[in-house]
């Protein structure tokens, strides 16, 4: 069902600042910022900032899948409980959460769009 790790979002109650230690961490500033969310392509994977994320949650990982209404059926068929409805966020790109029997946030994202990109060593940043 999981085709692989594609984006990880973690709460940021200050975005400003978030955005700027990113920044700095990365290389490279964010493809997309705005007031709601900002992204920076990592590798060709998502790393997202969303001021309006639980910090006690922490950061969510979603795994990309084929079909999102699919996977949310399998996984609750497995044992989870329902978390954040499948959703379109826009441009075709569909996502949802389910919490494992175990209480884990689990995310799933179906983009048509991903493409896995091998990442340019020179632009990791300093935690390469």
């Given at each position: 069902m999981?085709?692989?790790i594609r984006t990880v979002?973690?709460?940021?109650?200050?975005l400003d600042e978030a955005t700027s230690w990113w920044t700095t961490v990365?290389?490279?500033?964010?493809?997309?910022h705005e007031s709601f969310y900002v992204g920076f392509n990592v590798g060709g994977y998502e790393l997202a900032l969303d001021p309006g994320a639980d910090l006690a949650r922490g950061?969510?990982?979603?795994?990309?899948?084929?079909?999102?209404?699919d996977a949310v059926r399998s996984l609750l068929a497995a044992g989870a409980k329902p978390g954040e409805p499948v959703r379109d966020v826009?441009?075709?790109i569909r996502?949802?959460?389910?919490v494992s029997p175990a209480g884990m946030t689990v995310g799933i994202i179906e983009n048509p769009h991903f493409e896995v990109?091998?990442?340019?060593?020179?632009?990791?940043?300093?935690?390469?």
């Open positions: 999981f085709l692989g979002v973690y709460p940021a109650s200050d990365l290389g490279h500033g964010p493809y997309f950061p969510v990982v979603y795994w990309g899948v084929r079909n999102a209404d826009g441009d075709s996502l949802a959460t389910v990109v091998q990442a340019d060593e020179n632009s990791a940043g300093p935690g390469r």
